[in-house]
């Protein structure tokens, strides 16, 4: 549980005297609303919020340690325990787990980061700009009528570290336990699909390299163009080579394809991207993992036609949701 700091017990003790509700302190400060309430009561009892004289170690920071430790780490995210401790002005004699126990107490706490495309000012203004143009799109009138498409590539096997195994004390090493990971992952297959509110594509093989030519005669003409027969149809791919060269933009519009613009870097809005993520889970799950890349096409082809419509409904549903965060974000990554 985080604890206030001196100056944060101040500013709460404002806060309730101005009216606020203990709700609302305490979720600013990320603590508990007992947290909160017990701050009040002893304020109330005592006249006073400042620490009682208690017995035992006495405290290895002073406010000034610890204000210093939470602005350093509020101002880059990024930072270890021990730089801080190297950091920190004047003699002392601290370590890491001090500073760690200082940032926990502030609320801050180490996680996975989520890994975003960069993105320049030009790329967050773009998608700013694009946001504010489908602000009024509605999935009646305009998304239910787009084909969202994209390419993904799929590794044999992955080692992103989150697997883990139950394993007994000292069999670390025995054969039973030891994740054998082949050299760059053993390879992958690359395949394109396209999903809508009504339906999806079939998902196609794409092997070797992917040029213009190749994605007009292997999946435009073949798997798109059947999609879109529909006059309402919307076409979208993102920014990819092959996606915007003249071959291909004129081979959509000799075709008569609407195509919907979209902004450089964001694979956060494209509903598309969580059905990969839910294709690649699923394949994961299986009791028999793909053996070779023609067990893992297999795999993914059975999966894929196995998600459920509804799921991708869903997600296309989200599109309104996605072009307000992008605008709230200014242009910046969304929890999408």
């Known amino acids: 549980m985080a604890r206030l700091s001196r100056e944060d017990r101040q500013i709460a003790l404002g806060r309730l005297r101005a009216g606020q509700s203990q709700s609302a302190i305490a979720r600013h400060f990320h603590v508990s609303q007992s947290t909160i309430s017990r701050l009040w009561v002893r304020f109330q009892a005592t006249g006073s919020v400042a620490d009682l004289p208690r017995a035992g170690r006495p405290r290895a920071t002073t406010a000034a340690h610890d ?22 002005p004047g003699p002392h004699r601290l370590s890491d787990q001090t500073v760690r126990n200082r940032l926990h107490e502030a609320g801050l706490r180490a996680r996975r980061p989520h890994r975003g495309a960069v993105l320049t000012r030009r790329h967050r203004q773009n998608r700013v700009q694009w946001g504010n143009q489908h602000l009024r799109w509605t999935v009646r009138n305009h998304w239910r009528h787009v084909w969202f498409s994209d390419e993904s590539y799929f590794l044999l096997q992955r080692h992103d570290g989150r697997r883990r195994v139950y394993r007994r004390v000292n069999e670390r090493y025995a054969p039973n336990c030891v994740d054998e990971a082949p050299v760059h992952g053993g390879g992958g297959v690359m395949v394109w699909g396209a999903i809508n509110t009504a339906g999806r594509s079939t998902l196609v093989h794409v092997q070797g390299r992917i040029t213009a030519q190749r994605y007009v ?14 006059q309402d149809a919307i076409f979208q791919q993102d920014n990819a080579r092959p996606h915007t060269a003249r071959l291909t933009t004129q081979f959509l519009t000799d075709h008569h394809v609407q195509v919907l613009p979209w902004p450089s870097m964001s694979p956060d809005m494209n509903p598309i991207e ?32 196995t998600i459920p419509q509804q799921d991708i409904r869903h997600l296309i549903q989200s599109m309104p949701r996605r072009c307000r965060a992008v605008v709230a974000a200014q242009g910046s990554h969304t929890p999408y």
């Open 217 to 230: 005669e292997e999946i435009l003409r073949p798997h798109a163009l059947p999609l879109l027969a529909d």
């Open 67 to 88: 204000r210093f430790i939470r602005l350093r780490h509020l101002r880059n995210r990024f930072l270890s325990a021990s730089s801080s401790v190297q950091a920190l």
């Open 274 to 305: 969580h059905i990969w993520d839910e294709l690649d889970r699923r394949v994961r799950r299986r009791e028999e993992a793909p053996a070779n890349h023609r067990d893992l096409l297999q795999a993914l082809q059975e999966e894929w036609d």
